[in-house]
Structures are given as structure tokens and as C-alpha cells.
């Protein structure tokens, strides 16, 4: 079955650690995104790329770090500069660069606790 | 300022019709809408979107007002399965804003 996959559900990190949250895609879909999602609120795009290689920042881009080296992966980091990672991290996919104009899929979420 | 607007919460009965509401003032001529839903912990659901008709699928149907500045998801009739967080998404090309959300609750 195609889909997105994000891995691991729960992860709990010291602090001054960094972690690598998984996100894997066999949709074919060119286009990746993060997101953080905080209690009560609604999304907040943290990268996306739309091509292999290429990744642009989002909104709320600093403490975090991308790559694209494989249209199906797009692994996120969270890096010990970012000051509240306490979240549930979301990875989409979508068939077009940069638009929407088709269904996108969502992963199950990484809930990251730092401990 | 966020891109759109929504109620924070909203109820309604169960196998009665919702009508969701969304305001997006500033959506420029090429920004497509967007609805998704949101059960706890997990991820948003694709739901419905337009650019400019109203819209209809199994799920949902999509009414876009004709300046385009709000637009209304509508549930024929509500189950207790569309209890969720929906979210109303303008897709500018770049990027992504969802809204902060409508909590939906369908009282049995």
C-alpha cells in the first residue's frame, strides 16, 4: 500500500541533544514538507522541499535542519539551538511542487518529548 | 496575521447538516482552499478543496463565496465520526497556512 511513514510515534530526548525524526514517502510525490504542531494549535511549517536536493525554510525553521538526498526520505533534526522542541511533528507529501492542487497525505506523527 | 479565520468550536447533532465557516480576507487570485480533519494524534485528513466553483465529494461539499474572501464546508449529516478538529488551508503556492482550527462536536 503507498503512503507516508514517519517514525519513530514517541520520542523523548535529554536536553543539548540532537534527534533525527524519519519521514518516508512511496507515493512517487515530489514535493515534502515538516511541520510542528503545539497543544491547541493549529500547524506550522518548519521545511519543505519540492525536489530532491533543494529544501526551502518555513516559518519556524531555526533549531531545526533538513536533507533531501532521495525523493522518498525527508529526515528532520531537531538541534540542541532549538529552544522548545517539546512538540507533535507532522511530515506531508504532495504530487506537485509547491501546490496543492491534488489530495495531500500526512504521516501518523512524531510526538517528541524532551526530558 | 494568519491567513484564515475560524470559530474555535462548534457543535451540532448527529445526522443534522454543519456548515463550517472560514474567512480568508487576503487570498489573492491563484490560492487554492483547502479543508482537512483532525482526529487526536494523528494527521490531518484530506477533507475537500477549490479554487473558485463549490465543490462536492462523499465526504463533504465545498461552497467558495464569489469574492473568494470565505468559504463554508458543509457535512450533509453529521456522524459521531466527524467529531474532529477542522482545519480551513490556503494553499498560496509556496506555502501552507492552516488555521488555528474548528473543534467539531456531534452530540448523539
Known amino acids: 500500500d503507498g503512503g507516508i511513514t514517519q517514525s519513530p510515534k514517541y520520542l523523548f530526548r535529554k536536553e543539548g541533544q540532537n534527534v533525527t525524526l524519519s519521514c518516508e514517502q512511496n507515493?512517487?510525490?515530489?514535493?515534502m514538507y515538516w511541520y510542528r504542531q503545539d497543544p491547541g494549535q493549529g500547524l506550522r511549517l518548519i521545511y519543505y522541499?519540492?525536489?530532491?536536493?533543494?529544501?526551502q525554510k518555513g516559518d519556524i525553521a531555526e533549531g531545526y535542519s533538513v536533507s533531501r538526498e532521495k525523493k522518498e526520505s525527508f529526515p528532520l533534526t531537531v538541534t540542541s539551538a532549538q529552544k522548545n522542541p517539546t512538540a507533535f511533528y507532522l511530515c506531508a507529501s504532495s504530487p506537485g511542487q509547491g501546490r496543492w492542487n491534488t489530495e495531500a497525505f500526512f504521516g501518523q506523527g512524531t510526538r517528541l518529548t524532551v526530558v | 496575521d494568519a491567513k484564515t479565520t475560524q470559530p474555535n468550536s462548534m457543535e451540532s447533532n448527529e445526522e443534522e447538516p454543519v456548515h463550517l465557516p472560514c474567512n480568508h480576507s487576503t487570498i489573492s487570485g491563484t490560492d487554492y482552499i483547502h479543508w482537512y480533519r483532525q482526529l487526536p494524534s494523528q494527521g490531518p485528513e484530506y477533507v475537500i478543496h477549490g479554487l473558485t466553483s463549490n465543490v462536492n465529494n462523499r465526504m463533504a461539499s465545498l461552497a467558495i463565496a464569489e469574492d473568494r474572501k470565505s468559504s463554508t464546508l458543509i457535512l450533509h449529516r453529521a456522524t459521531l465520526r466527524d467529531a474532529a478538529v477542522y482545519y480551513c488551508?490556503?494553499?498560496?503556492?509556496?506555502?501552507?497556512?492552516f488555521g488555528t482550527g474548528t473543534s467539531l462536536t456531534v452530540i448523539p
Open positions: 488551508i490556503l494553499d498560496t503556492g509556496n506555502q501552507f497556512y
Open positions: 522541499s519540492q525536489i530532491v536536493n533543494d529544501f
Open positions: 507515493l512517487n510525490h515530489d514535493a
